[in-house]
């Protein structure tokens, strides 16, 4: 069977190519369904894009890759899809924005954008080799036990990354890159808990406190939850993504709270008041008992002079940790590094030197922050190749 382009991945990047291609076009998958990922996300919600979404939300190599792809086709182009489509949505929190009602929309809407586009699909097929041709590349197919032999003027890499293998996960478009000489980057796991080997946190699991967390090169306010594993939480999510095995992370406990002042006002009205009584008013009751073991906390607040109160705070707001690593690709929301961005054309995501051949999504290097910006980068690299093809 011939086809003009074959695309291989029928996630977020890969439906969106095929809702654009011009030509015949086939969408293979090996899972049993289309958009697995975007049914689980944003809590069954889809959390499909954001507002404020530009190049200084994302990581890569050459953080100027995704400016011309994400210019093309904004958050705003995304969102007219989905308003023509009458899927209603609400922005949650930081211009994040959801489904009103289920996740399932979004794939029904690329779904019926791909049938609009005249696109193929097939699920439960998987590819078992694939070379390049004169005019294109031929590829066997493995589909309801029978090999099928295809060809195809251009293929598209949209098998995204390696997190959450067990919803079959692969590095398929990372092997084929390299099979056609492209380089890889380091890939990692990326939007992802944090670990504690020594269980630390394990009496404080299941509490969350608004928190800034920093490294070196950024910081995040958002909440940040302990686990019995270690931490998790949006703040802790992002800063992952540029954190180092080994590296100290900062947690500011009271990002927006002049506690020092707060303290010795409290001193001066009620200094009889326990220091521990006063602290649970600003931060959760559990955390203040477990901070009591590890910072001094004894007494009231009269017994408390200006120099221990100052201490406090800034053991509160400059705690330092270093996790002793990440939970990996079993519970990463995506993998950072990819397919390298010098080798692909930022306007079309087609490799420099292979003809035909194009890497869209979370497969290619630039990875995007938490809070709606990887479906973003998946919606704008799919639509720039299928316009291009
Ligand atoms: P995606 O992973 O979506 O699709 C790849 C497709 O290729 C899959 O259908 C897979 O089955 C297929 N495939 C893989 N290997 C193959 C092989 N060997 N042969 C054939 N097919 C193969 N982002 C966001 O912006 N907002 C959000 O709310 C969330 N929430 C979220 C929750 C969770 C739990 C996770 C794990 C991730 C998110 N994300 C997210 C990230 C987002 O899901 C992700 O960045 C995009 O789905 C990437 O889109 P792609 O199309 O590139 O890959």
């Known amino acids: 069977m011939t086809y003009d382009t074959i695309i291989l991945g029928?996630?977020?990047?890969?439906?969106?190519?095929?809702?654009?291609?011009?030509?015949?076009?086939?969408?293979?998958?090996?899972?049993?369904?289309?958009?697995?990922?975007?049914?689980?996300?944003?809590?069954?919600?889809?959390?499909?894009?954001?507002?404020?979404?530009?190049?200084?939300?994302?990581?890569?190599?050459?953080?100027?890759?995704?400016?011309?792809?994400?210019?093309?086709?904004?958050?705003?182009?995304?969102?007219?899809?989905?308003?023509?489509?009458?899927?209603?949505?609400?922005?949650?929190?930081?211009?994040?924005?959801?489904?009103?009602?289920?996740?399932?929309?979004?794939?029904?809407?690329?779904?019926?954008?791909?049938?609009?586009?005249?696109?193929?699909?097939?699920?439960?097929?998987?590819?078992?080799?694939?070379?390049?041709?004169?005019?294109?590349?031929?590829?066997?197919?493995?589909?309801?036990?029978?090999?099928?032999?295809?060809?195809?003027?251009?293929?598209?890499?949209?098998?995204?990354?390696?997190?959450?293998?067990?919803?079959?996960?692969?590095?398929?478009?990372?092997?084929?890159?390299?099979?056609?000489?492209?380089?890889?980057?380091?890939?990692?796991?990326?939007?992802?808990?944090?670990?504690?080997?020594?269980?630390?946190?394990?009496?404080?699991?299941?509490?969350?406190?608004?928190?800034?967390?920093?490294?070196?090169?950024?910081?995040?306010?958002?909440a940040m939850l302990f686990t019995h594993r270690g931490l998790s939480g949006p703040s802790v999510l992002q800063l992952s993504s540029y954190w180092r095995e080994g590296e100290v992370i900062r947690v500011n406990l009271i990002p927006d709270l002049p506690l020092l002042d707060l303290l010795r006002d409290q001193r001066q009205a009620g200094g009889r008041k326990a220091l521990t009584t006063e602290l649970a008013r600003h931060l959760p009751a559990r955390l203040v008992d477990y901070l009591r073991h590890h910072i001094p906390l004894q007494g009231n607040l009269a017994d408390q002079c200006d120099a221990a109160l100052s201490e406090l705070e800034t053991a509160l707001s400059d705690w330092k940790l270093t996790p002793s690593g990440t939970e990996g690709y079993r519970t990463a929301e995506v993998t950072l590094g990819g397919i390298d961005t010098d080798g692909l054309s930022s306007k079309t995501m087609e490799a420099r030197d292979v003809p035909g051949l194009y890497a869209i999504g979370e497969a290619v290097d630039v990875t995007g922050w938490l809070g709606g910006y990887n479906f973003q980068w998946a919606w704008s690299s799919g639509h720039a190749a299928g316009v291009a093809i």
């Open 10 to 222: 029928a996630g977020a990047a890969g439906m969106m190519c095929a809702a654009h291609c011009g030509g015949r076009v086939l969408v293979i998958d090996h899972a049993k369904a289309p958009g697995e990922k975007i049914r689980i996300s944003g809590g069954g919600r889809c959390n499909f894009t954001n507002m404020y979404a530009g190049p200084g939300n994302f990581l890569s190599q050459n953080p100027h890759f995704c400016k011309s792809a994400l210019a093309r086709h904004t958050q705003w182009d995304f969102v007219d899809l989905v308003n023509r489509h009458n899927i209603t949505w609400h922005e949650k929190t930081l211009g994040q924005l959801f489904c009103d009602g289920s996740s399932k929309q979004i794939i029904s809407m690329l779904l019926a954008e791909m049938e609009r586009a005249g696109a193929e699909l097939w699920v439960q097929a998987s590819v078992k080799d694939l070379r390049k041709t004169e005019s294109g590349f031929a590829l066997s197919v493995e589909r309801d036990g029978k090999r099928l032999p295809l060809i195809c003027t251009n293929l598209v890499l949209a098998t995204g990354g390696k997190s959450i293998p067990k919803m079959g996960a692969t590095g398929l478009a990372y092997d084929i890159a390299q099979q056609f000489g492209l380089q890889v980057t380091e890939t990692r796991a990326a939007l992802v808990p944090f670990t504690f080997t020594d269980g630390r946190f394990k009496a404080l699991s299941g509490v969350s406190v608004p928190a800034r967390l920093t490294n070196e090169r950024i910081s995040f306010d958002e």
